[in-house]
């Protein structure tokens, strides 16, 4: 499993890190080339082919404008820039399922940015988006496998950046308010001047494989019927990412894991993770859930997985995740389809 294949690990626009000051932010801002990601309740628009749709700094504006409800500072994110562009995120507050400020597809906003420059005027502000060319506001969870590695990067990144400044408004040292800096990415404090840098949770997700070469996959109490994958938890203070593997795999299963191999890594924002994945040796098969994180957990072998998926009775993890990619590299190749009907 290559990581810079996965659905939201291909980055490959230049984050730019020296272009976060603020001179170089408002020129990013005052050049009608930038593009901007909108989010939206960590939601951003798409099309119908489920592409993201970038607009432009003053229609990003018109669309913060038209939702602002009071309800805190939005920052502009330098997101990053290549040879043509700076790219950056700006929050549009408002309802999640408004669609009415949005730019419509077609307009020079349109994810071809790479067509030859036309004057950089704004389209009118579009109050309605007509049938066809519907845009509309998508998770990333929903859309990432759709998109580009250009596009997948970006969103997760917007995302992510976003989903910090909204949980991290204060100072958490001595609770005062904190201004946003070094282009989004930082926040430091007003009454004592500490600086404070987004975070990102290192969680393992492991493939567990037997002496057979059969795959553990299990159920979580909190999931729709059905749905499988495979083990995952977040790494504890003071812990490598082999002890955290082998220490998850035992609280919810009692299946004791052996040897464990880096297999690759993915961003996950929801809200702030980072998907380390590895596949791992059991030593022990025996399966007895915790029955509060997991309610069931099996031993599958790759017919007994393959007939379940066709059938129905097992849901795999999402397109978009590090979870499927490690199912279908023990798997061989991609997963059948279920089943009509
Ligand atoms: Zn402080």
């Known amino acids: 499993m290559r990581s810079d294949e996965l659905p939201l690990s291909r980055a490959v626009v230049d984050r730019a890190a020296l272009l976060r000051t603020d001179a170089a932010q408002e020129r990013a801002l005052a050049d009608p080339a930038t593009r901007v990601v909108l989010l939206r309740d960590g939601r951003v628009p798409v099309d119908a082919r489920g592409g993201l749709v970038l607009t432009t700094v003053a229609q990003a504006q018109r669309a913060a404008a038209a939702g602002d ?10 997101l990053g820039a290549d040879d043509e562009r700076a790219y950056v995120a700006r929050r549009a507050p408002g309802d999640a399922d408004d669609v009415a400020d949005l730019p419509r597809r077609g307009a020079p906003s349109d994810r071809d940015v790479h067509a030859p420059a036309s004057p950089p005027a704004d389209p009118p502000a579009s109050r309605a988006v007509a049938d066809g060319d519907a845009v509309r506001w998508a998770s990333l969870r929903e859309v990432g496998s759709h998109l580009d590695a250009r596009d997948a990067g970006l969103v997760a990144t917007a995302v992510a950046l ?42 393992v997700i492991m493939a567990v494989v037997d002496d057979a070469d059969r795959l553990l996959l299990a159920h979580a109490v909190a999931w729709a019927p059905g749905r499988y994958s495979t083990l995952a938890g977040f790494v504890e203070p003071g812990e490598s990412l082999e002890h955290a593997v082998r220490r998850e795999v035992a609280e919810e299963t009692r299946v004791v894991v052996g040897e464990v191999t880096y297999a690759g890594s993915q961003p996950w924002p929801f809200p702030a993770s ?4 590895f596949v791992a040796r059991a030593v022990a098969t025996d399966v007895r859930v915790d029955g509060v994180e997991v309610e069931h957990a099996a031993w599958f072998t790759r017919d007994e997985l393959a007939s379940a998926v066709v059938a129905g009775t097992v849901v795999p993890p999402s397109r978009s995740s590090i979870a499927r990619a490690l199912v279908e590299d023990w798997f061989g190749g991609p997963l059948p389809e279920p089943a009509a009907g």
């Open 69 to 78: 409800r009071a309800d805190g500072e939005h920052p502009w994110l330098l």
């Open 274 to 277: 980072l998907m380390v994945a």
């Open 162 to 203: 976003d989903a910090w400044h909204e949980r991290h408004p204060r100072c958490p040292r001595c609770g005062a308010a904190t201004r946003v800096t070094q282009a989004g990415w930082v926040r430091a404090c007003t009454v004592d001047g500490s600086e404070h840098y987004p975070r990102t949770d290192p969680a």
